[in-house]
């Protein structure tokens, strides 16, 4: 048995440059930790002469990472380059079925392929390892998969994006726009490659998924889930926010309820008496309930290079050791059937701009009525003769049939000026 674990690294990005530097300068901690020097003994990514710190650039290259699974001296891949197509499953596929152990942090891959790769993984022996895939720094995957393994959950939710908690956060803090503070986002390696993907809230759903599959037994079937994200959100609805008693989060919500498995990704309006309205910048927080476990909170910086490369390393640490992961294979539930969304309930924020005249509020609140939904408050301020007012409306709990239909009698009135914008009250 070799005392040296050899690896491939395919992506020297963000994470994987903070990888490649994580091994050599906690070398002897990881040798200490898992029995094995760990060794980078090839490299790929897309740009071969791109200039890259920490020894990389003179390592032995892959022109096409998939040939890293074949190469004699590499014993196990560490896939950080992305997508959920391309290069990314070609090299997961080719590692697995060359019975070699397989990392990654990628989640988009992991959401739509997780199942077939498990099961890949585990007809040829080969473990599969994602802790970074999820939530960055924080540990939510070997919480589920480990430390939870006893017992049912009935809830996990939580912020899982930390491009959009900084967004919102540094938007409500500074003031500064919504475009200024994703290029900040990119600037600092929050965001994915497109960041379409973590303002649109794709990037949370895939997480979402992968919680759900890990929790619950869930389909990995992203594509199914609904996801909105944080583009409708203006400065106006952070400060109404703050007036409210709230803070606007994106948050991923999977509820076993009576009839099935409730999951969404979207805005929602968190009581400033909540935990989870505190979390700010990049941190992530997930929230998890279960008859056995009761409560349980797990806070950090869910997007990073330091944080994620750390998650990444536990892993890598995991199979220096011989612990095995075995992927999905083992939590799938046939039984876990999905909540349809109109099934659901939930008390709404509506804020609309609308002209300032007489009956506009008449027009809207008989939409209301006609729909069968309760208004808790309504709140304007100021007046304009000229041009849009912001008008709020908060509902009572509501069915999401009867409120998508009203929102869309509402958004037809011609003294609706704008897009409305919707987000949902957490309970
Ligand atoms: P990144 O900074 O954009 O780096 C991507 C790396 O992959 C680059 O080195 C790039 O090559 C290489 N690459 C991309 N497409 C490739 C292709 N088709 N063939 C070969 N190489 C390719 O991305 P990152 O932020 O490090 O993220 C890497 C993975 O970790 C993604 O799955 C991401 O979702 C996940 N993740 C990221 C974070 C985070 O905070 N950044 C957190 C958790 C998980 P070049 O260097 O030549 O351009
Ligand atoms: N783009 C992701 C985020 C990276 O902002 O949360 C961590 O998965």
């Given at each position: 048995?070799?005392?040296?674990?050899?690896?491939?690294?395919?992506?020297?990005?963000?994470?994987?440059?903070?990888?490649?530097?994580l091994?050599?300068?906690?070398?002897?901690?990881?040798?200490?930790?898992s029995?094995?020097k760990l060794?980078?003994?090839?490299?790929?990514?897309?740009?071969?002469?791109?200039?890259?710190?920490n020894?990389?650039?003179?390592?032995?290259?892959?022109?096409?990472p998939?040939?890293?699974?074949?190469?004699s001296?590499?014993?196990?891949?560490?896939?950080?380059?992305?997508?959920?197509?391309?290069?990314?499953?070609?090299?997961?596929?080719?590692?697995?079925?060359?019975?070699?152990?397989?990392i990654?942090?990628?989640?988009?891959?992991?959401?739509?392929?997780?199942l077939?790769?498990?099961?890949?993984a585990?007809?040829q022996?080969?473990?599969?390892?994602?802790e970074?895939?999820?939530?960055?720094?924080i540990?939510?995957?070997?919480?589920?998969?480990?430390?939870?393994a006893?017992?049912?959950?009935?809830e996990?939710?939580g912020?899982?994006?930390g491009?959009?908690n900084f967004?919102?956060?540094t938007?409500?803090?500074?003031?500064?726009s919504?475009?200024?503070?994703?290029?900040?986002?990119?600037?600092?390696?929050?965001?994915e490659?497109?960041?379409?993907?973590?303002i649109?809230?794709?990037?949370?759903?895939?997480?979402?998924?992968?919680?759900?599959?890990?929790?619950?037994?869930?389909?990995?079937e992203?594509?199914?889930?609904?996801?909105?994200?944080?583009r409708?959100?203006?400065?106006?609805?952070i400060?109404?926010?703050?007036?409210?008693?709230y803070?606007?989060?994106?948050?991923?919500?999977?509820?076993q309820e009576?009839?099935?498995l409730?999951?969404?990704?979207?805005?929602?309006?968190?009581?400033?008496?909540?935990?989870?309205?505190?979390?700010?910048?990049?941190m992530?927080?997930?929230?998890?309930?279960?008859?056995?476990?009761g409560?349980?909170?797990?806070?950090?910086?869910?997007?990073?290079?330091?944080?994620t490369?750390?998650?990444?390393l536990?892993?890598?640490?995991?199979?220096?050791?011989?612990?095995q992961?075995?992927?999905?294979a083992?939590v799938?539930?046939?039984?876990?059937?999905?909540?349809s969304?109109?099934?659901?309930k939930?008390?709404?924020?509506?804020?609309?701009?609308?002209?300032?005249?007489?009956?506009?509020?008449?027009d809207?609140?008989?939409?209301?009525?006609?729909?069968?939904?309760?208004?808790?408050?309504?709140?304007?301020?100021?007046?304009?003769?000229?041009?849009?007012?912001p008008?709020?409306?908060?509902?009572?709990?509501?069915?999401?049939?009867?409120?998508s239909e009203?929102?869309?009698?509402v958004?037809?009135?011609?003294s609706?000026?704008e897009?409305?914008?919707?987000?949902r009250?957490?309970?």
């Amino acid at each position: 048995m070799s005392n040296t674990l050899r690896l491939g690294i395919a992506g020297l990005g963000t994470v994987g440059s903070e990888v490649a530097r994580l091994i050599q300068v906690e070398a002897p901690l990881h040798e200490k930790r898992s029995g094995k020097k760990l060794v980078v003994t090839a490299v790929s990514a897309r740009d071969k002469n791109k200039k890259r710190d920490n020894g990389l650039s003179s390592l032995p290259w892959a022109d096409n990472p998939s040939e890293l699974a074949a190469r004699s001296d590499v014993d196990a891949v560490v896939e950080l380059m992305g997508g959920a197509e391309g290069a990314a499953k070609q090299l997961a596929e080719a590692t697995l079925k060359a019975g070699k152990p397989l990392i990654t942090a990628n989640k988009a891959l992991l959401a739509h392929h997780g199942l077939a790769l498990s099961e890949l993984a585990r007809k040829q022996s080969a473990p599969l390892y994602f802790e970074a895939a999820v939530a960055g720094g924080i540990p939510i995957i070997k919480t589920l998969r480990e430390a939870l393994a006893g017992g049912q959950v009935d809830e996990i939710f939580g912020i899982l994006n930390g491009t959009c908690n900084f967004i919102l956060t540094t938007m409500r803090d500074t003031g500064r726009s919504f475009g200024d503070v994703l290029k900040e986002a990119q600037s600092l390696g929050y965001a994915e490659a497109d960041p379409a993907f973590d303002i649109d809230g794709k990037d949370a759903a895939h997480k979402l998924s992968i919680l759900s599959a890990l929790g619950f037994g869930a389909p990995l079937e992203p594509e199914k889930l609904i996801a909105e994200g944080v583009r409708g959100i203006t400065s106006q609805d952070i400060l109404f926010a703050d007036e409210l008693g709230y803070r606007i989060k994106l948050l991923g919500v999977a509820r076993q309820e009576k009839d099935g498995l409730f999951q969404r990704v979207s805005p929602y309006m968190v009581s400033t008496s909540s935990t989870l309205a505190h979390v700010n910048g990049a941190m992530n927080a997930i929230m998890i309930r279960g008859p056995v476990i009761g409560p349980l909170v797990l806070m950090g910086h869910g997007a990073g290079a330091g944080p994620t490369a750390s998650a990444v390393l536990s892993d890598i640490i995991d199979c220096a050791s011989g612990r095995q992961a075995d992927g999905f294979a083992s939590v799938m539930n046939p039984k876990a059937t999905p909540l349809s969304a109109e099934k659901s309930k939930s008390a709404f924020y509506l804020r609309m701009m609308v002209q300032d005249q007489p009956g506009v509020l008449a027009d809207i609140t008989a939409i209301m009525r006609d729909a069968k939904i309760s208004i808790q408050s309504v709140i304007q301020h100021g007046r304009s003769e000229a041009g849009p007012v912001p008008i709020v409306f908060i509902t009572h709990d509501t069915s999401e049939k009867a409120f998508s239909e009203a929102f869309a009698a509402v958004k037809k009135l011609s003294s609706v000026l704008e897009p409305p914008c919707v987000i949902r009250i957490l309970p």
